[in-house]
């Protein structure tokens, strides 16, 4: 089993709707979660980081966990097309960073 | 904020011949610089790990003769690809921390290396 699974394929979503995100985890010893945003052909931007369960919102961005069942999400609310872009989730345990391969998202004007 | 400034942002060379990679933190002591490196449509894939002043850790897999590692400096880490062939062809990105607890990893911006 994969340390950060995303396991959703391309999500398209209309301007101005929510795009859902989620992202499991295998290790138990992973104390804090990402999630990073990927333009092609540039390096990963920290966008979110929780570290307790429940909800944090920063913006359009609303990140929650589940320590107890390993689960990670985030939501983008009224998504633009400039969130079009790779959404990579990951976990931070053990003294290094595991990534999920990434979730595409487009958004349709 | 941080910054991690990493050059060449693009490289292409002949393969058998070596690539040299800078990783810089510009505005913090960086102890612990880390090198990935992402092929297309993939994640990124831990390399190694550096700490200023000792051997890099390398993940599992990774020929630690062929990829050279220095971090020297608090500022400077480099990667340096020997002897590089076309499938060491790959999107190599650098991060670093500002002490050795997490505090959200800085990423450079990236080089693409195309070996031909």
């Known amino acids: 089993q994969k340390e950060v699974e995303q396991n959703s394929g391309p999500l398209s979503v209309p301007e101005g709707a929510i795009a859902s995100l989620n992202c499991t985890y295998s290790?138990?010893?992973?104390?804090?979660f990402f999630w990073y945003r990927q333009y092609s052909g540039k390096s990963p931007e920290l966008i979110m980081s929780?570290?307790?369960?429940g909800d944090k919102e920063d913006g359009r961005f609303t990140a929650q966990l589940n320590k107890a069942s390993q689960y990670v999400s985030l939501l983008i609310r009224d998504s633009q097309p400039s969130d079009s872009a790779t959404y990579l989730c990951?976990?931070?345990?053990?003294?290094?960073?595991?990534f999920g391969k990434g979730n595409q998202v487009v958004v349709i004007p | 904020g941080a910054v991690v400034s990493q050059h060449p942002s693009w490289v292409i060379c002949k393969s058998g011949t070596s690539v040299k990679i800078e990783c810089r933190s510009l505005?913090?002591?960086?102890?612990?610089m880390f090198w990935y490196r992402q092929f297309p449509k993939q994640s990124l894939m831990l390399m190694a790990t550096?700490?200023?002043?000792?051997?890099?850790?390398?993940e599992q897999g990774v020929e630690k003769d062929k990829f050279l590692i220095n971090h020297a400096s608090l500022t400077l880490s480099t990667l340096t690809v020997t002897s590089a062939h076309p499938e060491d062809s790959s999107f190599y990105i650098c991060?670093?921390?500002?002490?050795?607890?997490?505090?959200?990893?800085?990423f450079g911006s990236g080089t693409r290396l195309t070996v031909v």
């Open positions: 550096s700490n200023e002043g000792s051997k890099a850790t390398y």
């Open positions: 290790d138990r010893v992973s104390q804090s």
């Open positions: 990951a976990a931070y345990g053990n003294n290094r960073l595991a």
């Open positions: 505005d913090f002591q960086a102890t612990t």
């Open positions: 991060s670093a921390t500002q002490d050795r607890t997490f505090y959200g990893y800085t």
């Open positions: 929780i570290y307790s369960n």
